[in-house]
């Protein structure tokens, strides 16, 4: 199984990397494609370039086997609409078992996605769930947990998509727009981010204004 997470990475740190690591080890994944989106849908537009974003990516997984970057939003252009992206691994890859994984909030919010109903028929929905956090009730995403809900990783190894798993991960609040903040602010943000991102912060000059 191939898991696929996207996102700005403006800048990439361990709220991003430990959790990731969880779903890989917990699901058994053989990989986790890190996605870094052109433009970004329902955020602005990242600080960084995309070239600094990939360049931070590169060196915070240097040391970790079985992620990697996969920079097709990058060559696409336009908005980096998921469902764009999942079309694109299906066209590469075949009837490989694909896990979308993305964090509870953004899932909640799964029905404001563009074309979201078609996430579930191109990959299984892996939410990264963290302690306390609430299903939805009513709604069209509560109806889709309802459907498609898996008990197990069992489950999502006998098809190629088309389940949602909830997976516990490691609880930790670390928000990239906090980060930007504290560098804008003048002040340390190490233990944030692998030292080596945060090196090349520091020598790129990123994130001063």
């Not at 990939?54 to 469902?83: C, K, N, W």
């Not at 028929?121 to 302690?131: E, G, S, Y």
Request: net charge negative; aromatic share 6%.
């Amino acid at each position: 199984m191939i898991g696929i997470f996207g996102g700005t990475f403006d800048p990439v740190h361990f709220g991003h990397l430990r959790p990731l690591l969880d779903v890989k080890q917990a699901l058994g994944l053989d990989e986790v494609r890190l996605i870094p989106c052109l433009i970004p849908p329902h955020r602005g537009t990242p600080s960084a370039s995309a070239e600094q974003r990939v360049a931070m990516l590169s060196l915070a997984m240097a040391d970790t086997p079985g992620f990697v970057i996969d920079q097709r939003e990058l060559h696409r252009g336009g908005p980096s609409y998921t469902v764009d992206t999942l079309l694109s691994l299906r066209h590469d890859l075949g009837d490989v078992r694909l896990c979308l994984i993305i964090g509870a909030d953004a899932f909640m919010a799964l029905d404001s996605w563009h074309q979201w109903q078609q996430l579930n028929q191109l990959a299984h929905i892996v939410v990264m769930q963290r302690p306390g956090t609430l299903l939805p009730k009513t709604g069209a995403v509560a109806e889709l947990v309802e459907q498609a809900q898996a008990l197990d990783v069992e489950e999502l190894q006998q098809q190629a998509a088309g389940k949602i798993l909830f997976q516990s991960v490691t609880q930790m609040d670390i928000a990239a727009t906090s980060i930007r903040e504290l560098v804008a602010q003048g002040k340390d943000v190490r233990f944030l981010m692998p030292d080596s991102v945060r090196h090349y912060i520091e020598t790129v000059g990123l994130y001063k204004n």
